[in-house]
């Protein structure tokens, strides 16, 4: 059996412990762990100079991991891949900055792993790129004379061919895109925007398989929703019903319902409309004043961005504005909280949650959909609010679907999941549950592998 290798801009090792253990992270450390296999990435600091991978053995996986200098770590990860692309593709053409400078920066950090990458590479090893910070990476590694058989996941969206070519040279972008032999994406509508861009710039073309043939080069593309560990997730709520912590939740709501959030702060999850919609709600529902509390979870991420910084502004604005004006002596509308729970705290609260807003404007897949879904209480579930434009959506067409930019929308159906009967709300659920049962984070890691495996390598070029 061939050696599976990861790599991915942060890897999940158990001494990695700057990085949250969510249930992608878990996902794919099983997946390794299976067979075994080498996880390669970024260490997480910052060095003078360019450095040997660090390399250490956790059970079956072998974790590499280089540092990067100060000038690398802005160039590639603050400016190209936080500055450019993740705006970019999450549709957000105002907020781009563009210079040539990291966007060398971003190719030069791509061929730095590519050369401390392939020293560790055994001959039959299949290579799964994750995503958006090295799309360049198997260009960089062919340059380098790898043969093995390289697919790539892109967990954002990839947006529409007329977002797309507002990117300063795109077609080197996407260039190395299709140097992939295997390219996933979340959704049919990323698959579709890949196919268009092929088409509409004429580089290229798709057929109905997902073969595609683009600048000189024969691959494959399909969409991989991505999911969670459904089962794990569901023990991890039932575990936490009657843990002290759910209960001190519990106690500390007098009996009030309870409107979760759980997002990295991140301007791409709409908080600042989903505060607005909570308000709407308040005003247009008097009912639920004083009987409402809504929970926004909302750890900082990458507050080097300005962007961020300015989001966070934003919405520590909001979080008064809401509690001055409806908040009682005895009851704050909104609870807003800058830091990361254990997962199972995490678990808890959602249970404990008989809504889930859940309303980014644009997101690849959103996993706090899926796991509110598996935390709720058969008998009894919450409602989950959901956001048309998360991929998510695609796959959970029983949740309330709204339009993330329209507050009104979203504030009537709060209004709507808090007074919806039970037997709707078990209906909904059920057919979520079923989805989420189906397709787990472990068959997605085993269709993208099984795909890549099954690719014919003899016609890579075109
Ligand atoms: C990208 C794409 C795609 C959040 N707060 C805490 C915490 N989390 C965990 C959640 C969840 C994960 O972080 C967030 O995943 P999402 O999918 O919601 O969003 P992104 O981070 O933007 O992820 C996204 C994903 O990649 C996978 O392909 O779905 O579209 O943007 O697991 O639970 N975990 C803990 N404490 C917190 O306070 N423990």
Not at 284 to 312: D, K
Not at 412 to 434: F, K, Q, S
Request: hydrophobic share 45%.
């Amino acid at each position: 059996m061939a050696r599976l290798v990861i790599v991915s801009n942060r890897t999940a090792s158990p001494r990695d412990r700057g990085t949250r253990a969510g249930g992608l992270a878990v996902g794919l450390r099983e997946a390794l762990q299976k067979e075994g296999g080498l996880w390669f990435g970024w260490s997480g600091e910052l060095s003078e100079a360019a450095a040997e991978p660090k390399i250490h053995e956790a059970g079956n996986i072998l974790f590499a991991t280089i540092p990067l200098t100060a000038a690398d770590h802005d160039d590639f990860y603050v400016h190209y891949a936080n500055g450019t692309l993740w705006p970019l593709c999450h549709y957000r053409l105002g907020l781009i900055e563009f210079s040539r400078s990291a966007y060398e920066g971003y190719l030069r950090v791509n061929r730095l792993f590519a050369e401390r990458l392939a020293p560790l590479l055994r001959p039959d090893d299949i290579i799964w790129i994750h995503d958006y910070h090295f799309i360049p990476l198997a260009s960089a590694l062919r340059a380098l004379g790898v043969a093995n058989r390289i697919g790539f996941f892109l967990h954002i969206p990839l947006p529409a061919p007329e977002v797309l070519t507002a990117l300063p040279r795109h077609r080197r972008l996407v260039a190395d895109l299709c140097a992939y032999d295997l390219v996933g994406f979340q959704t049919a509508d990323d698959l579709r925007a890949f196919s268009s861009y092929l088409e509409e710039e004429r580089v290229g073309a798709m057929d109905r398989d997902g073969a595609f043939q683009a600048f000189g080069r024969h691959g494959m593309a399909a969409a991989f929703p991505i999911g969670i560990d459904t089962q794990a997730f569901v023990d991890l709520a039932q575990a936490a019903v009657d843990s002290p912590q759910t209960r001190r939740l519990a106690d500390s709501l007098g009996g009030r319902r309870l409107v979760i959030g759980v997002d990295r702060l991140d301007y791409s999850k709409g908080i600042p409309q989903r505060m607005e919609s909570f308000q709407a709600a308040l005003e247009s529902h008097p009912e639920h004043r004083g009987r409402v509390t809504y929970m926004q979870i909302a750890p900082i991420s990458r507050g080097e961005v300005e962007q961020y910084r300015a989001l966070r502004r934003e919405l520590e604005g909001w979080v008064g504005r809401i509690n001055g004006r409806f908040g009682e002596f005895d009851w704050a509308p909104v609870r807003y909280l800058n830091k990361a729970f254990p997962r199972q705290s995490l678990a808890g609260f959602y249970r404990a949650a008989a809504v889930g807003l859940v309303t980014p404007l644009r997101d690849g897949m959103n996993l706090v959909a899926k796991e509110y879904v598996a935390a709720q209480d058969p008998e009894n579930p919450g409602v989950l609010v959901l956001s048309r434009f998360a991929g998510a959506a695609r796959s959970l067409p029983q949740a309330l679907i709204v339009n993330p930019f329209d507050v009104e929308e979203i504030g009537d159906a709060i209004h709507l999941a808090l007074t919806m009967p039970l037997e709707e709300r078990r209906a909904r659920w059920a057919g979520m549950m079923a989805e989420l049962r189906t397709n787990t984070i472990q068959s997605w890691c085993q269709a993208f592998v099984s795909r890549l495996n099954a690719i014919d390598t003899n016609r890579r070029a075109a």
